[in-house]
């Protein structure tokens, strides 16, 4: 059988995890030297292959590879860059089979969410729609934890550890500060369209009282006068309140509560933030002493405070997209498969690329308490074997020893192409 | 030799490892039963004293002291609270002579920065000004660095290694999505008065191009050109910028630029963060992509990454505090003495208190580079050895297993005191 080159890309928003998912693909290749020769991975996602950037990974270390297991962040790049249809885009599809002619590439693993998949979905239909005989892949990626059909995406469970873990230690904070100071602090998160990482931070809450005591998601509507009551009778009760708003947080109308109408001196809208619209509103109205922080992408980069479940489903995706590779099959993503909750099983399953693109699971309705403001014990049932276990990278120095790769380029073959 | 009761208490911003220092102070209380009875912490600082509301230590477990080494926050609650000189506060100073008389206590062990060793200097004199017998200690604390005659205090090493571990993090991923989307990543950290924790980012950078590249100092008047002009440099050389900023950034006026002057529709001032402003600056005169990241209580509460040798420190000050009262100091503050840098060595030296209080301790002028936006070798040489080391806490079910103290109230003796 004649072996070919493969290409692989990371995709859309990178992860804690994502570099764990390609170690799992270049581990996996290399055990299947009769199909696979060489992964070529794309600098920057897709623009690699439109690029003709391609990153000979046979020449990285073991070390290097091994390293990836525990470095944040996309060492290949990545890009926000969606193919569209072939009628639309058919210069960037044939740029495509020309690059994987040119390379003798004829495997494709692409390293994303639900955006990424639809390419991947594009890319895997190249033999029918071009003629072209690729076989494609998807590893899943996203900490929005939004693709469907996997139990859950690789790159949530280390952002709900980090946020559980921040949350926890924040509320132990205001609980010292408010009897002269601070009464309330507001915890902002990444999640626009669905509130998996809000609800992450519910994970903290314990019967001590300690976590968040109030969660705004993106699925329920904000009701300004429920959150204001309940976060004054939070503070008479207990002295102090801690809050997780998602970035997606929005009134009934569709407004997000970040866009706050705040105009500069110039007109121009104040950047983003919801945590400081949501602190002034209880500034203005309770008249508490607020703090507020902003996770953004510490939370998404955290790999020191990593989930180690998350790892292992990160490499085991990668590996299980090659498995799926040689083994002929096409036009898929391997998935997580929940076998059980306590104690926590999983295995690796699959879905068609076809079921995957372009779909988000939102945050299911009994994961979120009947007053809108927190999640239910089924969320938590769900949420809490993730975030189980701790893999911390290694230290030196005192910071952790993430690596950056030796990236050696191959040789390019076509003249350059234009990418809109 | 007559043994009386000490009274101990924690002030002001809560750190990852005040606690550590109170761990200290009771464990060395315990060593002497010959002149220490027992430990009474204030519950909620001075105030707990004023307040009468103390907490029998003696009924603490040793797995709970043994707990707080690593716990954050403070366990005992802090205040924000400062005692006046004693023509404007007597009624407050005969209080607190009235409690310490009601329980016996002639040791007083104030566990704060400089604002609250200068309430400790107050107390160290009621013998001279009021004629009551009382030793005091001050136990240094706070994790802006600012403290006089101590090479470093408790609580800044952890919050040094949490934000150069944050923008070492932020940077890989800013550098993963430069190519196609941000290409400026801005984290506002602590530090109105001193840029200590700004600089501490700076430990992150290096010679492969991680870390910051620019810091804004609340040492340096901000130079809006100058800034630009660095930070469009940056961009074009690597493709992407990392940012910290301390939340005392200011202009040569005096200005925060947190207070950019933005107005919200009923005229209010928008709630400070200075990273948004800076954000903006550069989204509108160099039209990169940015995000931002707001640190705030997470930087001080982190104890998740808190620095092996800020725990030590914060430990044996706590114990060195009440070695020095019970060989009959009074009025100093024990502090860290940096012996060697390279292996990095300290013992515990001390500090009149009269020393200490209301002085603070900028970054000095050589540790910041000639363009005022980064560290110099000498400030990287001073921070490095901080930061050196991990100290974990234990986990369970996938979360730091803090305590949550189970506190014993002291009955109380005498009426209610009306504190203003």
Redesign the interface.
């Given at each position: 059988m004649t072996a070919y080159n493969a290409f692989y890309a990371?995709s859309g928003?990178?992860t804690p995890v994502i570099n764990a998912s390609a170690a799992g693909v270049l581990d996996a290749a290399r055990r299947h030297p009769d199909k696979i020769k060489t992964v070529y991975a794309g600098?920057?996602?897709i623009?690699g292959a439109l690029s003709e950037s391609l990153i000979d990974t046979s020449l990285l270390s073991d070390d290097e590879v091994n390293a990836l297991k525990y470095?944040?962040?996309?060492?290949f790049?990545?890009?926000?860059?969606k193919l569209k249809s072939i009628e639309e885009h058919r210069a960037e599809y044939e740029r495509l089979i020309a690059v994987f002619k040119a390379h003798d590439i004829r495997y494709f693993f692409y390293n994303g969410g639900g955006d990424s998949q639809d390419t991947s979905h594009k890319v895997s239909q190249l033999a029918d729609t071009m003629g072209y005989p690729i076989t494609c892949i998807g590893v899943p990626k996203t900490i929005d934890n939004d693709l469907p059909i996997t139990d859950c995406s690789p790159g949530f469970a280390s952002v709900a550890?980090y946020v559980?873990?921040?949350i926890?230690?924040?509320s132990?904070?205001?609980?010292?500060?408010s009897?002269?100071?601070t009464k309330v602090?507001v915890?902002e998160v990444m999640g626009r369209h669905a509130g998996w990482i809000a609800a992450a931070a519910g994970?903290?809450a314990d019967d001590?009282?300690?976590g968040p005591d109030v969660i705004i998601f993106p699925e329920v509507d904000f009701d300004q006068a429920a959150f204001l009551a309940k976060v004054d009778e939070c503070v008479k009760q207990k002295g102090q309140c801690a809050i997780v708003v998602s970035e997606g947080a929005h009134t009934a109308d569709g407004v997000f509560l970040s866009d706050?109408?705040?105009?500069?001196?110039?007109g121009?809208a104040?950047?983003?933030?919801v945590?400081?619209v949501i602190?002034?509103l209880i500034?203005?109205n309770l008249g508490h002493k607020?703090?507020?922080?902003?996770?953004?992408?510490?939370q998404?980069?955290?790999?020191?405070?990593g989930?180690a479940v998350d790892v292992k489903h990160a490499y085991a995706l990668g590996e299980a997209a090659v498995e799926l590779a040689v083994q002929g099959e096409n036009a898929l993503m391997p998935t997580i498969v929940r076998t059980s909750n306590n104690p926590y099983r999983w295995e690796i399953g699959q879905a068609p690329l076809a079921d995957v693109a372009n779909v988000e699971k939102p945050l299911p309705k009994h994961y979120i308490s009947d007053d809108g403001f927190f999640i239910t014990e089924a969320c938590r049932e769900y949420l809490?074997p993730?975030?189980?276990?701790?893999d911390?990278p290694p230290?030196k120095?005192?910071?952790?020893e993430?690596v950056?790769l030796n990236k050696e380029s191959v040789a390019k073959k076509l003249p350059p192409f234009e990418i809109k």
């Open positions: 990371q928003g990178v600098q920057d996602g623009l470095t944040p962040a996309g060492a790049g990545s890009c926000r860059y550890k559980a873990v921040s926890l230690e924040a132990l904070d205001v609980a010292s500060m009897s002269t100071s602090f915890m994970l903290a001590r009282g300690l706050s109408g705040v105009r500069d001196a110039f121009h104040q950047l983003g933030g945590a400081p602190t002034d500034k203005q607020c703090h507020w922080a902003v996770c953004d992408y510490l998404r980069s955290a790999r020191h405070i989930a809490a993730l975030i189980e276990g701790e911390f230290f120095n005192g910071l952790p993430y950056v």
